[in-house]
């Protein structure tokens, strides 16, 4: 029994009588506890016994462009592929993959059961990033890979790769699959400024010889350093009035049409989003890569820091008497301009040795 024991010294009190005041604690209860009963204790008694109900429906995400942030719902998008030839090229035709014009024109199964696709992550490393979610487009003869009207294709080596996606309202003609994204509503309303972040990887499946192509945006090598970013598209759903909407952004200014990539999605002349995806070079196999995307090996770069530590050496004499040189084998240089040409453009001479200079 679980009580308040006090010990009291009997020779600390004196006098004839002692009063002690114990104190009692009590606890009224009434005796009818209907309304507790049916306020309290039946909600929290339910609450205990039933489990938290999450919301595992997924919404339709529709596609959009985005300009001066505002978001503009689209009717279709397109997607168009380019392989690497026997000459180490890009190509977007369909001999490339080895269909030639009698497998168009009779649509054969191996054309068809060809396909296009589209996964998408929740982060863009490779080697950590989960599977949400994607989508299988399938190959289309659509009009932009007919000869004429009556249906017939276009010979193998002239019919683009491409696929042009609709909305199953507006374009009931075009291929619908793979125009929307299906996810979790709640992902997007929870997160910060309703915005939620996928990142796109897709792969060509050809049923022709088997062989599984990574696509990226990006047109050329992907060096490991730079694989997170160029591999991966980002995708961005996002709620904006009333609506579920995703657009296309990239992750690296080199994937953007105007730096080389495939992206024009926010920014296109036709109206319509397009995408070209390329496919990966794992290994350099001829194809010119930019310095810029390059990295450079560690004998390169010491290589490199010896050039510079020997131009730090130069005495000013020696700069200067190159200099010179270089200014005197310029003026013997015939550029072949007229005399309106100079002088539209300015001095020759100053133009070809800024040239000069930069170049040493």
């Given at each position: 029994?679980?009580?308040?024991?006090?010990?009291?010294?009997v020779?600390?009190?004196?006098?004839?009588?002692?009063?002690?005041?114990?104190?009692?604690q009590?606890?009224?209860?009434p005796?009818?506890n209907e309304?507790v009963?049916?306020?309290?204790?039946?909600k929290?008694?339910?609450e205990?016994s039933?489990?938290?109900?999450f919301?595992?429906?997924?919404?339709?995400?529709?596609p959009?462009?985005?300009?001066?942030n505002k978001?503009?719902?689209?009717?279709?998008?397109?997607?168009?592929?380019?392989?690497?030839?026997?000459?180490?090229?890009?190509?977007?035709?369909?001999?490339v993959?080895?269909?030639?014009?009698?497998?168009l024109?009779?649509?054969?199964?191996?054309?068809?059961?060809?396909?296009?696709?589209?996964?998408?992550y929740?982060?863009?490393?490779?080697?950590q990033?989960?599977?949400?979610?994607?989508?299988?487009?399938?190959?289309?003869?659509?009009?932009?890979?007919?000869r004429?009207?009556?249906?017939?294709?276009?010979?193998?080596?002239?019919?683009?790769?491409?696929?042009?996606?609709?909305?199953?309202?507006?374009?009931?003609?075009?291929?619908?699959?793979?125009f929307?994204?299906?996810w979790?509503?709640?992902?997007?309303?929870?997160s910060?400024?309703?915005?939620y972040?996928?990142?796109?990887?897709?792969?060509?499946?050809?049923a022709?010889?088997?062989?599984v192509?990574?696509?990226?945006?990006?047109k050329?090598?992907i060096?490991?350093?730079?694989?997170?970013?160029?591999?991966?598209?980002?995708?961005?759903l996002?709620?904006?009035?009333?609506?579920?909407?995703?657009t296309?952004?990239?992750?690296?200014?080199?994937?953007?049409?105007d730096?080389?990539?495939?992206?024009?999605?926010?920014?296109n002349?036709?109206?319509?989003?397009?995408?070209?995806?390329?496919?990966?070079?794992?290994?350099?196999i001829?194809i010119?890569?930019?310095?810029?995307?390059?990295?450079?090996?560690?004998e390169?770069?010491?290589?490199?820091?010896?050039e510079?530590?020997?131009?730090?050496?130069?005495?000013?004499e020696?700069?200067?008497?190159?200099?010179?040189?270089?200014e005197?084998?310029i003026?013997?240089?015939?550029?072949?301009?007229?005399?309106?040409?100079e002088?539209?453009?300015?001095?020759?001479?100053?133009?070809?040795?800024?040239?000069?200079?930069g170049?040493g």
């Open positions: 029994m679980f009580v308040n024991r006090k010990k009291i010294r020779g600390s009190f004196t006098g004839s009588s002692i009063n002690i005041n114990i104190s009692m009590t606890n009224i209860n005796l009818d309304d009963v049916k306020s309290t204790f039946v929290k008694e339910v205990k039933i489990n938290e109900i919301d595992h429906k997924k919404v339709r995400f529709k959009a462009i985005v300009k001066n978001w503009k719902v689209v009717s279709e998008v397109k997607y168009i592929l380019n392989f690497i030839d026997d000459d180490d090229e890009y190509s977007n035709f369909y001999d993959l080895g269909f030639n014009s009698e497998n024109f009779c649509r054969v199964n191996k054309l068809i059961k060809s396909y296009l696709t589209l996964d998408y929740d982060s863009n490393n490779s080697t990033n989960n599977f949400l979610t994607g989508s299988n487009i399938y190959t289309q003869i659509g009009s932009d890979q007919l004429n009207t009556t249906g017939v294709p276009k010979k193998a080596n002239e019919c683009p790769i491409s696929y042009r996606l609709g909305s199953p309202t507006l374009r009931p003609d075009m291929v619908h699959e793979g929307h994204i299906y979790y509503a709640s992902d997007v309303l929870n910060d400024n309703n915005e972040v996928m990142y796109l990887s897709p792969t060509y499946q050809n022709n010889n088997g062989k192509s990574i696509m990226s945006p990006y050329g090598e060096i490991p350093a730079l694989a997170e970013d160029l591999q991966y598209t980002k995708v961005i996002k709620y904006y009035n009333g609506l579920f909407l995703y296309i952004a990239p992750n690296n200014i080199r994937q953007m049409k730096n080389g990539g495939g992206i024009d999605w926010n920014n002349s036709s109206g319509v989003p397009t995408i070209t995806f390329y496919e990966s070079i794992p290994n350099n001829g010119k890569i930019p310095d810029i995307d390059r990295e450079a090996s560690k390169e770069k010491e290589l490199a820091e010896q510079r530590e020997r131009e730090r050496k130069l005495s000013e020696e700069i200067e008497e190159e200099t010179t040189n270089d005197s084998a003026e013997l240089v015939d550029v072949g301009f007229t005399d309106e040409q002088s539209a453009t300015g001095e020759v001479g100053d133009g070809v040795g800024a040239t000069g200079t170049v």
